[in-house]
């Protein structure tokens, strides 16, 4: 066999030992353990930002920031895109 | 690359208006119901992608200017950055929501444990919707396209 | 062990994907292989989210009965599951334009040949 076969089953079964161990360390499934935040999040979203969907309140307004990031990237893959193919359309 | 026959052409003629109305009532009801900006421009994106492989990339790319599409991502973009800024001025918290509460555009608050769905409320959330939605609607149409023509191409040297 | 059946799943998949990008010669197979692990790492952030019966953590049209906060899902990873996988699309149309210029300059796609041709 090649150098690079066995270099490659070495890592894989490093990375499926840790990966198998550390399945049975987290919370169970259906029982989480700090649930603080969301509970603040889910009581008061009506009287503070004013709509019935949480999900998108997080997204724009509890956590905004993140999403002017998203926007930075997607104008960034549309830059990196057109910058490859230059040279096809005038 | 070439369209495809006569009745594939036909039929997303027909279809392509009601994916974008489709589209277009997902963005604009993302604060009541699951969805907004990027789930609804996806489905827009999704439609556009429908249009050129019925007709071929190279009858689209010579009606559609690229440089056009690429300008009206960056409106979307310029909008989402103004409304976040307006919030600065108003209310002096960067991404602050300054109509909610008031009785301005979309002023009303809905009672607390209510399960009736106002249009009216939300604050700036609606308007931070539609830029999102021009946003991904544009930049993934345009590179569908742009890389749909590059690969119909014979030599890239022109 | 019944109730860590999700979390097993999610490791199934980043093996299938990680297993593609380590042992196939194919570049497109190896693309795909990256998307696979994407998804699988999008699947692991949701089922973190999860509550016992609980339904969607919205107002509009509710099932009538259901305590407030205590019957919904937590909404903080669906949030952060829509940012990843706004990620995931732009990396992959980036990563198909390079796969596209470098076929055309050495005309095949096996990773052994592309090494070995120098110019």
Same mark, same amino acid.
């Given at each position: 066999m090649e150098k690079r076969t066995i270099a490659a089953t070495l890592v894989f079964a490093i990375a499926a030992v840790f990966f198998l161990f550390s399945?049975?360390?987290?919370?169970?499934?259906?029982k989480p353990g700090n649930v603080a935040m969301d509970d603040h999040i889910i009581a008061n979203t009506q009287n503070e #930002?004013?709509?019935?969907?949480a999900v998108t309140s997080v997204v724009f307004d509890y956590r905004g920031f993140d999403t002017l990031g998203e926007a930075t990237i997607i104008f960034a893959a549309v830059a990196g895109v057109l910058m490859i193919f230059r040279r096809v359309n005038p | 690359m070439n369209g495809m026959s006569k009745i594939v052409k036909t039929t997303v003629s027909i279809l392509f208006p009601f994916t974008m109305i489709f589209g277009l009532y997902v963005i604009a009801h993302g604060h009541l119901t699951p969805g907004g900006g990027f789930q609804g421009g996806a489905i827009v994106a999704s439609g556009c992608a429908m249009l050129v492989i019925a007709y071929g990339s190279e009858w689209v790319f010579e009606r559609i200017k690229t440089k056009r599409l690429a300008a009206f991502e960056s409106i979307g973009g310029l909008g989402f950055i103004a409304v976040a800024l307006l919030g600065l001025v108003f @209310?002096?918290?960067?991404?602050?929501?300054?109509?909610?509460? @008031?009785?301005?555009?979309?002023?009303t608050t809905p009672a607390t444990g209510s399960t009736l769905a106002d249009m009216n409320t939300g604050g700036v959330l609606p308007l931070m919707n539609f830029a999102v939605g021009i946003k991904v609607i544009a930049g993934l149409f345009v590179i569908v396209l742009v890389m749909a023509y590059a690969s119909s191409q014979k030599e890239w040297n022109t | 062990m019944i109730e860590y059946i999700p979390f097993i799943a999610v490791v199934g998949m980043i093996f299938i994907g990680l297993y593609a990008v380590l042992f196939r010669r194919n570049l497109i197979k190896i693309v795909i292989g990256i998307s696979v692990i994407e998804s699988g790492v999008n699947l692991f952030l949701i089922t973190l989210g999860y509550r016992d019966s609980g339904v969607a953590p919205?107002? #509009? @049209?509710?099932?009538?009965g259901t305590p407030s906060p205590q019957g919904m899902v937590l909404p903080v990873p669906q949030a952060l599951t829509l940012t990843s996988i706004v990620i995931g699309v732009a990396v992959l149309a980036l990563m198909l334009s390079l796969v596209m210029h470098i076929y055309r300059k050495y005309? #095949?796609?096996?990773i052994r040949k592309i090494r070995r041709l120098k110019e």
């Open positions: 399945i049975f360390l987290i919370h169970p499934f259906g #930002t004013g709509t019935n969907n | @209310s002096t918290v960067f991404f602050g929501n300054f109509l909610a509460g @008031s009785n301005l555009l979309f002023g | 919205i107002y #509009t @049209s509710l099932p009538a005309g #095949t796609l096996d």
